[in-house]
């Protein structure tokens, strides 16, 4: 009977560990807006690139900066996010995933891994993406699209709110949203 090997990457590296902890390095550091009553909507936000996102979750691992996360690096993450990792767990996780054979990840090996997790996510996304879309196919979701799914949730909102919500992560303006503005909406 063949078994599956879950790799000691996969254990520590869940999407919902990195997800928690970048929410509360994000809270931590900035705040949430506040906007005057007078304002019509809150200002569009500019949403980083995925490149930019991977560098920054990057250097939260890099301790000392030096592009390269040690597997004592990898420890003081996890225990400053609550979890607790063996010097052990760490260097197998780490033996696991480098490339070059210097015993430390390196920003190739870090997106590696990053591609890996983030697939299952994308899959599920893509699919709930899709519940939204008025015109199935269509590759963006219209207010139209979001009033009436919110109204099979339960959650019936007015199609002038509905233009509000999206209106938020309209990233270029054109009144929908594309899958990645619903990404961005998302995370």
């Not at 509000?164 to 990404?183: K, P, R, S, T």
Request: glycine residues 6%; proline residues 5%.
């Amino acid at each position: 009977m063949a078994t599956a090997k879950v790799s000691k990457a996969s254990k520590w590296f869940s999407n919902k560990t990195l997800r928690l902890s970048l929410h509360r390095r994000r809270s931590k550091s900035s705040p949430t807006p506040t906007f005057p009553e007078s304002s019509p909507s809150p200002p569009r936000k500019t949403p980083k690139r995925p490149y930019e996102e991977m560098k920054e979750v990057f250097r939260y691992f890099d301790g000392d900066d030096d592009g390269k996360i040690s597997a004592l690096e990898l420890r003081a993450y996890f225990g400053s996010i609550g979890e607790y990792m063996s010097h052990e767990d760490a260097q197998a996780v780490i033996n696991e995933l480098d490339s070059d054979g210097d015993s430390m990840l390196d920003y190739q090996d870090f997106l590696k891994l990053m591609k890996v997790e983030n697939r299952d996510d994308d899959d599920d996304l893509k699919r709930a993406f899709e519940m939204f879309e008025l015109e199935k196919g269509s590759g963006c979701i219209t207010p139209k699209g979001l009033q009436m799914m919110l109204n099979r949730l339960g959650d019936a909102k007015s199609y002038d709110e509905c233009v509000a919500m999206i209106q938020v992560y309209d990233i270029d303006g054109n009144g929908v949203l594309d899958f990645y503005e619903f990404h961005e909406m998302m995370a």
